[in-house]
């Protein structure tokens, strides 16, 4: 038999059934057999595969910041009474303050937009109640209002205390029953502060309060944030501001990282629950 021109015999590479290849039976000339179920295996898997979810992905969490830079320069807007069901109280308040001068909003601020970030990459939909530091308010009315619109999964407030300064310790805010909107959220916020204040505890190494509650957790009926949430919420009281020793920690932003992502991993633990 005459040998065919190089030119053909590349075409005869490309495509096997132009030159007389083999049929269905086996390869075709110039191809690669099939993988075999165990090399398919190696080659891991198919490059159209969908990517693989993401822990927290579908799930919406809002974040709302403590008190607002700004408060402490408008009392008229602040000190504003707004309804709360349990009683009526104060639009907001200025939060308290380190004695070298950091003040909680700016701490409340730090931490939740550290957590948000952590979220967002677990594939969460996260939402902050306020956009920055330097405003005023909004009411804790409107604080509520913002993961009630937002259908959250799970909302925590962030804040950190102002006690005497030998007092020590965080602990977590729950609601209780009230014959309001809360009620029907109060079971599912009871288990949200339970995962926090075990990751929050492992996460940052701080102790159980010594001044508020039991263990860590205490539970108001005075909190309008709380009173008009229909969504799991909680309050993080990340510690005490006066306490020199909490105060050095909270204005470390290597230990307010640590702070983020205890609350991200008790915010998770309590969604995949």
Same mark, same amino acid.
């Given at each position: 038999?005459?040998? *065919?021109?190089?030119?053909?015999?590349? &075409?005869?590479?490309?495509?096997?059934?132009?030159?007389?290849?083999?049929?269905?039976?086996?390869?075709?000339?110039?191809?690669?057999?099939?993988?075999?179920?165990?090399?398919?295996?190696?080659?891991? !898997?198919?490059?159209?595969?969908?990517?693989?979810?993401?822990?927290?992905? %579908?799930?919406? +969490?809002? /974040?709302?910041?403590?008190?607002?830079?700004?408060? @402490?320069?408008?009392?008229?807007?602040?000190?504003?009474?707004?309804?709360?069901?349990?009683?009526?109280?104060?639009?907001?308040?200025?939060?308290? /303050?380190?004695?070298?001068?950091?003040?909680?909003?700016?701490?409340?601020?730090?931490?939740?937009?550290?957590?948000? #970030? /952590?979220? $967002?990459?677990?594939?969460?939909?996260?939402?902050?109640?306020?956009?920055?530091?330097? %405003?005023?308010?909004?009411? +804790?009315?409107?604080?509520?209002?913002?993961?009630?619109?937002? #259908?959250?999964?799970?909302?925590?407030?962030?804040?950190?205390?102002?006690?005497?300064?030998?007092?020590?310790?965080?602990?977590? +805010?729950?609601?209780? $029953? /009230?014959?309001?909107?809360?009620?029907?959220?109060?079971?599912?916020?009871?288990?949200?502060?339970?995962?926090?204040?075990?990751?929050?505890? $492992? %996460?940052? %190494?701080?102790?159980?309060? =010594?001044? &508020?509650?039991?263990?860590?957790?205490?539970?108001?009926?005075? *909190?309008?944030?709380?009173?008009?949430? =229909? &969504? !799991? $919420?909680?309050?993080?009281?990340?510690?005490?501001?006066?306490?020199?020793?909490?105060?050095?920690?909270?204005?470390?932003?290597?230990?307010?990282?640590?702070?983020?992502?205890?609350?991200?991993?008790?915010?998770?633990? @309590?969604?995949?629950?």
């Amino acid at each position: 038999m005459r040998a *065919l021109p190089a030119s053909l015999l590349a &075409v005869c590479g490309l495509i096997a059934s132009a030159c007389g290849g083999t049929g269905s039976g086996g390869a075709a000339a110039g191809q690669a057999a099939p993988a075999t179920p165990a090399q398919q295996q190696q080659q891991g !898997p198919a490059r159209d595969a969908p990517p693989e979810a993401e822990p927290l992905d %579908g799930k919406v +969490i809002v /974040i709302d910041p403590g008190h607002n830079g700004a408060n @402490y320069r408008n009392p008229a807007a602040i000190n504003r009474q707004v309804d709360v069901l349990t009683h009526k109280k104060a639009c907001d308040t200025t939060g308290t /303050i380190t004695a070298s001068g950091y003040r909680e909003a700016a701490f409340a601020w730090d931490v939740s937009n550290r957590l948000a #970030k /952590i979220l $967002k990459g677990r594939g969460a939909t996260v939402k902050l109640t306020r956009n920055n530091n330097d %405003g005023v308010g909004p009411c +804790i009315t409107e604080r509520a209002a913002i993961g009630n619109k937002a #259908k959250a999964d799970a909302a925590i407030s962030v804040h950190a205390d102002g006690a005497p300064t030998s007092a020590r310790g965080f602990h977590v +805010i729950i609601p209780k $029953k /009230i014959n309001g909107p809360v009620d029907r959220v109060v079971g599912a916020s009871n288990k949200l502060g339970l995962a926090v204040r075990a990751a929050f505890a $492992k %996460g940052t %190494g701080l102790p159980y309060s =010594t001044y &508020v509650g039991r263990q860590a957790l205490s539970y108001r009926n005075d *909190l309008g944030g709380l009173n008009l949430s =229909t &969504v !799991p $919420k909680v309050f993080i009281e990340c510690g005490n501001m006066k306490n020199p020793a909490e105060a050095a920690k909270f204005q470390d932003p290597k230990f307010r990282q640590k702070i983020a992502l205890a609350l991200a991993n008790g915010l998770q633990h @309590y969604l995949e629950a």
